[in-house]
């Protein structure tokens, strides 16, 4: 199951971001499990953050690993996803396919504390994201 909240103003795609959260517990075997998605603002995606990883730093999402049926939490930072497609010259959706199933790789545990690791991600994404046309 996926529950989403906006706490934000803007107008999210949420059927995207559930079908490719649904998508992605299915093929990994997980679609018994819940995931929570929360999009929030700058300064709250900072200040937790701050608090859970030390960094006093915007960032696009943060992975909270659940246990027993809740894989987890995933906040998403909407006006990052924003900045950053205008930066890497993708749609925002793209860019929040993509940023949401990297979270959701986090979850399933995956992590990219190495280079090694961060390429595998970016590769495993990528790959996930074409074979189901996302």
């Known amino acids: 199951m996926v529950e989403i909240n906006n706490k934000t103003k803007a107008k999210i795609g949420l059927p995207i971001v559930k079908k490719t959260a649904e998508k992605f517990l299915k093929f990994y075997k997980k679609a018994n499990k819940e995931v929570s998605i929360v999009f929030v603002g700058d300064s709250t995606i900072r200040r937790l953050n701050k608090i859970y990883r030390g960094k006093n730093k915007i960032t696009d999402i943060l992975s909270f690993e659940g246990e027993d049926d809740f894989l987890g939490e995933i906040i998403i930072d909407y006006s ?3 900045r950053q497609a205008k930066i890497l010259g993708n ?5 929040l396919i993509f940023i949401l199933v990297h979270g959701l790789l986090h979850l399933v545990g995956y992590n990219d504390d190495t280079e ?3 390429l595998n991600m970016i590769r495993k ?3 996930f994201i074409k074979n189901f046309k996302l």
């Not at 749609?91 to 860019?95: A, P, Q, T, V």
């Open 116 to 118: 090694r690791g961060r």
């Open 80 to 82: 990052q996803i924003k």
């Open 91 to 95: 749609s925002i959706k793209n860019e």
């Open 125 to 127: 994404g990528e790959k």
